[in-house]
């Protein structure tokens, strides 16, 4: 997961969370976690990467992306397994985490 914090007013910010799955073990943790996630991937709330692993890579290109639509104050993501993330992404975007 990845949390970016997007200012929207004066003294507001929007905190639009961005989610990836691995696609072939989606129904698998869907089980496990009790969380619907092929259905929250074909809602488009979810996004899948290929492969049973997340793959950084796609992950930190969705970011850049998104980064292109909003200007970028704040990223966050959860410590559990996050190697190369948000540190790797803030780098290479050329941001800083506030």
Known sequence: MQVGRF????D???T???YWVPTENAELRARGDRVPYPQRI????ITASSGNAIDYSFV???LIEVSKLYK???LESDPWNATHSP???TRRMGSRRL
């Open 87 to 89: 540190a790797s992404s």
């Open 12 to 14: 507001t910010c929007r």
């Open 72 to 74: 970028l104050k704040e």
């Open 42 to 45: 074909a809602e488009g709330h």
């Open 7 to 10: 200012p929207s007013g004066e």
């Open 60 to 62: 930190h290109h969705g």
């Open 16 to 18: 639009p969370a961005c």
